[in-house]
Structures are given as C-alpha cells and as structure tokens.
C-alpha cells in the first residue's frame, strides 16, 4: 500500500540577497579606462551578475562580450518541466490532498524506485518529481535565483554539465546510504549549482562579495547548515506515517558541485577541456560513480 511506502523527499531553501555597493567604484573605473565614458551602460544588468559571479580579473572580459544569446534556457527549461509534472500529478492525478503528493508519484515511471533500478533512467528523472508544495517551490525559487545568473555567465551546457552531475550523484549516493527509500526532488542539482558558487566564493571571497561578504558567507552557510539539519531530523525523527527526507542526495549533490561545480566555474575565460583540475575532477566522480553501479549490481540489499 502506498501509506505504508516510505518516501524520500528532498527540501532546500536559500536566500540570497543582491548588494550594489561598490558598483559605483567599478562604474567609475570604467569610464576612465573608457575616455570618460561608460562602455557597458546599457549592461547594469550584467554588472551586477557579474559582481556576483565572477571574479574582479575576468569581470571586463565578460561585459565586454555579455549578451543574452543563448538565453538561460536550459535552467528555465527544467523548471517549467519540473512544474509541469508536479501540477500532472496534483491535478490530474487522483491525491488524497496536493499540498502533499503520495499516490500518484510513487506509482511515476520517473521516480526513482529501489524496486526498479534496472531502469536506469530513474536516476536521473526522478528530479522532475516533487512531493509537495514546499518542496517543488524551494528547489525552483533556489535553481531560478542562482541558476539563471550562472547561466548568463556560463551559458547552458557548463550549468547543465553540473546539474546533472549533482542529481544522478544524488540518486546513486541515496541508492548506497539509503538503498530500500524511495526518491524525488531536484535538490540534488540545485545543491550542484550552490556547491560549486559556493567553491568559486570561498577561492575568490575578497573579489566576488564586496560589502560585508563574511556576513553574507555566514548567513548561507547557516541556511545550508539549517536546510541539511531538517532533512536529517526529517530522515531519522520524522513520524512513522511521515514521509523521510534524503540528506545523502543533498550531500553528494554539493559535493560534485564542489568538485565538477567549482572546476566549471572557475573556468569562464578558458577552455575547460584543457584544465588539468577538470579532468581529475571528472576521474574521482567517475570512479565514485563506478563504484556506486558495483554496489547496485552486486551488493545493494534491495536485490
């Protein structure tokens, strides 16, 4: 029975907040370089974005060629996917109630499902599934504010590179760690995208948070640490006629943005196929997933 499945479900809520101080500075430097005119007034947009996404000595390089062709569609395209399927099954799917799905998602061809691993394409479709309300609009709300900046930057397929990484690590770590749950969400990806912004900031902190950026690090550390606290209290505490949170999918998800992630970011003005981290980065998550297909083949309990 489907009431007494347990579901895996993954929550993730950030907040970032924009800061423009020091834009003027920048703005003014600009000009001067420019003959007392400013070269790139019609991009504030991309003065901002870059502020937050790049580091001071490839910020010039970027505005310079900045536009917005293509546009971020590989972001924009997942989330309409993933709302499309959330409003399939809460309408047209027969739910007891749709602020939280049951019924209707467990029996998805998209969820991953340890009974099912032989489809392969679970693990990586399961993050069109969402459980609830709370659920669908923290991974969109997070995934638009910080993914679409991204991919103004990096255009869609480095962003989409990292994305994917993050969900199927995920859906392979949950399959390990948790290997009898159920799993939906997309937080693996949206944690992909956080982890590796989060690298870049941490290796560029003094040139890409001007103003008060200790406190700005702080506060998103404290809501990551606080988001991963409940899905661990979610995982192990939560009622038995509740439905657990995955935390292995968000860990391993921030993990290969750590990695892959940072490796993609940090490379805006060079080729990434060149750089030597990028490969070593691709081994260690290449053997990582390697293992994680022994271990469903051969070790999983759910065989």
Not at 2 to 7: E, Q, T
Not at 9 to 17: F, N, Q, R, S
Not at 56 to 66: C, D, F, G, S
Not at 270 to 280: E, S, V
Request: hydrophobic letters at 50%; glycine letters at 8%; one cysteine or more.
């Amino acid at each position: 029975m489907a009431a007494d499945r347990d579901l895996e479900i993954e929550d993730v809520t950030l907040h970032l907040d924009g800061d423009m101080k020091g834009e003027l500075e920048e703005e003014k430097e600009m000009r001067e370089d420019g003959g007392g005119k400013d070269p790139f007034k019609n991009k504030k947009v991309h003065r901002v974005v870059s502020k937050w996404m790049l580091p001071e000595k490839v910020r010039r390089t970027y505005l310079e060629r900045a536009n917005c062709l293509p546009p971020p569609v590989f972001i924009i395209s997942i989330s309409i996917a993933e709302l499309a399927v959330f409003i399939y099954y809460a309408v047209w799917k027969p739910q007891k109630q749709w602020i939280t799905l049951d019924t209707g998602i467990l029996e998805s061809p998209f969820i991953y499902s340890p009974e099912k691993r032989e489809e392969a394409w679970r693990f990586i479709s399961y993050m069109l599934v969402h459980a609830g309300v709370q659920h669908i609009l923290g991974n969109l709300v997070m995934q638009l504010i910080l993914g679409i900046p991204l991919e103004m930057v990096h255009k869609g397929l480095r962003v989409g590179l990292v994305y994917l990484a993050g969900v199927i690590a995920g859906s392979l770590a949950s399959s390990i760690f948790d290997p009898l749950r159920y799993l939906v969400g997309a937080s693996g990806g949206v944690y992909a995208l956080m982890g590796g912004y989060f690298m870049n900031v941490l290796v560029n902190f003094r040139e890409m948070i001007p103003a008060f950026g200790i406190v700005r690090l702080l506060i998103i550390i404290l809501i990551i640490v606080s988001d991963m606290g409940f899905a661990l209290y979610r995982r192990f505490f939560v009622p038995a006629n509740g439905s657990p949170v995955s935390f292995a999918a968000h860990i391993a998800g921030g993990f290969a943005g750590m990695s892959i992630g940072y490796t993609v970011f940090s490379c805006f003005d060079k080729a990434l196929l060149k750089d030597p981290r990028f490969w070593i980065a691709i081994a260690a998550y290449s053997a990582c997933v390697l293992f994680a297909v022994f271990f469903n083949i051969f070790l999983s309990p759910a065989n």
